[in-house]
């Protein structure tokens, strides 16, 4: 399986990347349920590199569509599978996300490719950033995805240990496992074929 993963977010600090990168130990070192850490071959992107102006019908006929938005599109393209973590501002996507997407949907709405993705979310209060994780989930049928699973971590600074960058509360860390584990029908349909 060929995973991308990434954090919905800009930011040096993300603690979305943070959530990410310990989904992505938890499935390369094998401690996920059905998925084989030999089955999981994962590529992570930054947001900061697909960097454009903010998008407009105008620039887009002016200047067509940004290399960024192509690069980013046909990334999600090569993938078998996606793991996103959304930061929420003030309720929703941040602006870096919501504008690569909506270059990407220029090119082709089903930005997903119709791949299975796992969607997170975590923030600071005990939202988790759960509106903007319900957000994407609802709105990802119609842009070409399949959600296996979605999980929103409350609370990042009392259930995240960042000095060993694991999940402390151990509930959120089977839920976690859980969410992860639902990766094993790709992997048993890539077997398959």
Known sequence: MKLL??????????INRQLVDYAIRLLTDGLVEGVPAREVEVRTIDLNDFEMPIYSIDRQNADGIPQPA???YDTIGAADALLISF???????????KNVFDWASRINMRVYHDKPIVM??????????????RSAAHLAQYFGNDVLASLSIPR???NFD??????????L???????LA????????????
């Open 162 to 171: 960042t000095a060993t960058g694991t999940l402390a509360n151990p509930e």
């Open 87 to 97: 930061a929420e501002h003030n309720g929703s996507y941040t602006v870096a996300y």
């Open 70 to 72: 192509h690069d980013f």
């Open 173 to 179: 860390d089977v839920q976690l496992r859980d969410a």
């Open 120 to 133: 997170l979310s975590t923030s600071p209060g005990g939202g988790g950033g759960g509106f903007v994780l």
């Open 5 to 14: 993963a990434f954090a919905a977010s800009t930011s040096s600090q993300s």
């Open 182 to 193: 639902t990766f094993a029908t790709v992997v048993a349909e890539e077997s398959d074929s």
């Open 156 to 158: 990042f600074d009392e």
